[in-house]
């Protein structure tokens, strides 16, 4: 038998096996298809069909895709929101530094996650009992979609609330309608919305301007939007001749200048910025990359970020709500040029430099430099302590005894590590905060 007489085109499959191939196509993809033939524009344009299980194929998952906009907007308007909420999840640390007219504080580390009808950003803090590793997760702002398709983006500034905050409960009062907008990837702006909950438009804007002054709208399939943005230099060109233009129009300057101000004095919620943390989770080959949770010897729980550059170096600084970054950012811990193991059987030197020291977390106290333990030291590295080479101020500060900037890493073999100085004798254990998009050990914040 010719093998050739055995083939069917793609036509010619039945329509359900058609619309489960297409679902793992990209848009473009999807796009492109939809220009071959009348029959493949028809088949792009079902909604309940082929966007219903697109929307499926990525979120199914993960929320209740029926159910958004009381399940009553369309999958393709479904679809083109949520790919770009996508990007929201995971973690995000606060830049810059707060408004001093702002009576309320922003959260330094937020976590997005997904709800059953909704997307919700969750400040993380330690907890505020001593010497745990529990910490405090407070939802604070809500990303959903009305019945007609609109954007409806809520935050609670004061953390009152521990669910979806829905329409008929908006009205108290405490809740601030926001705009959630992005400016590249990896930049976010939360901003108050004076014109209410209902009026931020679909999804989130690609710049970070209060006034959005191009449209969403672009590339159309059979007619209808598919949800690819205008780019971000396009846009900024747009905005910056609106800037002059309001400057330079006749009339009424004076009024403008007056409604805004008094806007200003309204508002509950100056606009933040916030930057996403990338690779959270370690790898195999750089397993002490991510964001971790560790006890100091005050007994405070404190945040980490570990990051690796191109060529090993690594280098780790404190995030999250500590008075420390409220005043420098994020202020380096400890840093290496190199990830250069020590390898068991390690000396007698370097083991008592270990066994030695007082341990705050409670997880490793039967850690030992042996390998019948269950849970052991399986490697050690050399860091050195907050003084960055790459800041010649602080290389002016650095103390004759090098001892007291060196310091050790030890890493264990459940996949976690501990961190001391040769200067104190003190071992901050380290554990993850979240696995697998998921937060460990959380609590509920406690109530005024």
């Not at 298809?33 to 792009?44: E, R, W």
């Not at 193991?341 to 390690?346: A, E, G, M, W």
């Amino acid at each position: 038998m010719d093998p050739s007489s055995e083939l069917v085109s793609f036509s010619e499959l039945p329509e359900d096996v058609q619309i489960c191939i297409l679902s793992f196509l990209s848009l473009p993809d999807v796009a492109a298809f939809a220009c071959t033939s009348k029959c493949s524009l028809s088949l792009c344009t079902e909604d309940r069909k082929l966007w219903r299980a697109l929307c499926d194929r990525r979120w199914g998952s993960k929320t209740l895709i029926s159910r958004w906009g009381e399940g009553r907007i369309s999958f393709k308007l479904l679809y083109r929101t949520l790919d770009e909420w996508d990007n929201l999840i995971g973690f995000w640390r606060h830049s810059g530094q707060t408004r001093p007219s702002s009576a309320l504080s922003p959260p330094l580390l937020v976590f997005f996650e997904w709800g059953p009808t909704f997307l919700a950003g969750s400040r993380v803090a330690p907890s505020s009992r001593d010497g745990t590793y529990s910490v405090v997760k407070s939802p604070f702002l809500w990303l959903s979609l009305s019945s007609t398709g609109e954007a409806v983006n809520l935050l609670d500034p004061y953390g009152k609330r521990k669910s979806f905050p829905y329409e008929e409960t908006v009205r108290d009062g405490d809740l601030i309608p926001v705009k959630v907008c992005f400016s590249g990837s990896s930049h976010l702006v939360v901003e108050e919305n004076m014109l209410g909950p209902r009026s931020g438009g679909i999804g989130l804007d690609r710049s970070w301007s209060s006034v959005n002054l191009t449209s969403d709208e672009d590339d159309t399939i059979g007619g209808d939007n598919i949800g690819l943005p205008r780019s971000l230099p396009e846009r900024d060109m747009s905005e910056m001749y609106q800037y002059f233009a309001n400057r330079t129009s006749s009339g009424g300057n004076g009024n403008s200048r007056r409604q805004r101000k008094k806007k200003e004095r309204r508002r509950k919620w100056d606009p933040e910025h916030f930057v996403k943390i990338m690779n959270c989770s370690p790898t195999s080959s750089r397993p002490l990359q991510g964001l971790w949770k560790g006890i100091g010897d005050d007994a405070k729980l404190d945040f980490y970020l570990v990051t690796y550059n191109d060529i090993g170096g690594i280098s780790c600084r404190r995030v999250g709500d500590s008075s420390a970054e409220r005043i420098s950012g994020c202020p380096l811990v400890f840093w290496t040029s190199r990830s250069r193991y020590l390898k068991p059987p390690i000396s007698t030197e370097e083991s008592l430099t270990y066994e030695s020291r007082v341990r705050h977390g409670t997880d490793h106290y039967n850690c030992y430099l042996v390998e019948d333990e269950a849970v052991r030291v399986s490697g050690i590295l050399s860091i050195y302590s907050s003084f960055d080479p790459s800041n010649p101020d602080l290389a002016n500060n650095v103390p004759a005894n090098p001892r007291v900037v060196e310091g050790r890493i030890w890493q264990y073999s459940d996949g976690t590590f501990g961190f001391g100085f040769l200067g104190d004798n003190f071992i901050i254990d380290l554990k993850h905060i979240a696995r697998k998009g998921q937060l460990l050990q959380t609590e509920m914040p406690c109530e005024d």
